[in-house]
């Protein structure tokens, strides 16, 4: 099996839509162990030959998007590869690849987008989820996202990780409950 299947299995089968957003320390240091050498390798430029096809972007995408926001849980390092995700997710998504995966899946080829401080991401986020997965239940949360960005044109809630300032009206936002606030919002109007 490649070390692209492998990266799939675990974070499909093994780790699975309950791991995916549970923010345990457990499932944290399950991927850590699974996943921070081929990260390294993804950091110095080595899964370059995952970009071929569907599921090397799919694999490509949780290493360098998904698994850095376990194993890296309130640092820096949780957001130093989301340009490689970003442009790695687009070019798939410009190609249709995104539509050669099924299921839960196809939302890893997305959420580059959503995790991302520009508002034009953002847009093309929502689009694609409106488009290419509307009933998977992820198009509210990048609604929120994309209204935290038009509104502070960053994430307050990074600030503290990327050794940003926070503004009063961002810390505001944080103490009326942030992210969680403008789902709840979001959910009243839909």
Known sequence: MTRSAQV??????????????????????Q?????LPIWQDAYEGGLGHWLTD???????????????????RDRAEAFLL???ARAAAKFAIERDWDLRIDGL????????LMHSENLVDQDRCVAAFGRR??????????????????QFGRFPYRNTALGRDTSPAEADFL??????ATVRALSRIA
């Open 8 to 29: 799939i299995r675990f974070w499909l089968d093994d780790l699975g839509p309950k791991g995916w957003y549970a923010g345990t320390p457990e499932v944290d240091a």
């Open 175 to 180: 103490a009326a409950g942030g992210y969680s």
């Open 105 to 112: 899946a196809r939302q890893f080829f997305y959420l580059p």
């Open 82 to 84: 989301d340009p490689l």
């Open 133 to 150: 997965m509307p009933d998977a239940g992820n198009l509210l949360h990048a609604r929120a996202h994309r209204a935290i960005i038009r």
């Open 54 to 72: 569907a599921e090397g972007v799919l694999a490509y995408l949780v290493v360098t998007d998904q698994a850095p926001r376990n194993m890296f």
């Open 31 to 35: 991927v850590r162990e699974r996943l």
